[in-house]
Nanobody, 119 residues
């Protein structure tokens, strides 16, 4: 059974920082990509950042220069360092992974972690 477990969300003041983590566990043979999405109330889920390799990352325009995605392949863990947070960053953040496992290739989602930016 493959699981994605997120941590690191919480309440932070505007201009503050948070670091999200997402650890994938189970019988994983290969990771094609591990990404972060977010969904604010009343809005569609959107891609925040994606990482295929150290040299292949992608960011939403709204977070470029403020957020950094990284991955520790030895730990099957992806991180999202969020700096200069704004109230509009408030959302539930979800980890997504495209994995090759013992049952084949598939899409996996974490349970989500709440990030609230407010004074």
């Amino acid at each position: 059974q493959v699981q994605l477990v997120e941590s690191g969300g919480g309440l932070v003041q505007p201009g503050g920082s948070l670091r999200l983590s997402c650890a994938a566990s189970g019988s994983i043979f290969s990771i094609y990509t591990m990404d972060w999405y977010r969904q604010a109330p009343g809005k569609q889920r959107e891609l925040v950042a994606a990482i295929i390799s150290v040299s292949s990352t992608k960011y939403a325009d709204s977070v470029k220069g403020r957020f950094t995605i990284s991955r520790d392949n030895a730990k099957n863990t992806v991180y999202l360092q969020m700096n200069s947070l704004k109230p509009e960053d408030t959302a539930v953040y979800y980890c997504y992974a495209d994995l090759l496992t013992v049952v084949g290739r598939g899409d996996y989602w974490g349970q989500g972690t709440q990030v609230t930016v407010s004074s």
